[in-house]
Nanobody, 112 residues
Framework: VQLVESGGGLVQPGGSLRLSCESS????????MAWYRQAPGKQRELVASITGVYVTSYADSVKGRFTISRDNGKNTVYLQMDSLKPEDTAVYYCKNLDMSVWGKGTLVTVSS
């Protein structure tokens, strides 16, 4: 199983980014997937998750601003991030919760 994230970068406060996480080597459609993030000097935290039947959950800090989704035909889970704030700056990681497999992460920097 491999997870490969993409879509990170530098964005101004108030801007948007969409992260992607492509999965290979498994039956993706039924898997419980999640996005985590780790800011400098802080612990890794759960941002959002989506089950195989499309039930979603979010950290309070991102509710109403971030949206997790999945495309089973493309073996990909997405994180749409809107109204970004400087405190959203972190390395964002994709995780397969059922198999406890992590991606390598993609850096998001929110700064003017």
């Amino acid at each position: 199983v491999q997870l490969v994230e993409s879509g990170g970068g530098l964005v101004q406060p108030g801007g948007s980014l969409r992260l992607s996480c492509e999965s290979s080597g498994i039956f993706f459609a039924g898997m419980h997937m999640a996005w985590y993030r780790q800011a400098p000097g802080k612990q890794r935290e759960l941002v959002a998750s989506i089950t195989g039947v499309y039930v979603t959950s979010y950290a309070d800090s991102v509710k109403g601003r971030f949206t997790i989704s999945r495309d089973n035909g493309k073996n990909t889970v997405y994180l749409q991030m809107d109204s970004l704030k400087p405190e959203d700056t972190a390395v964002y990681y994709c995780k397969n919760l059922d198999m406890s497999v992590w991606g390598k992460g993609t850096l998001v920097t929110v700064s003017s």
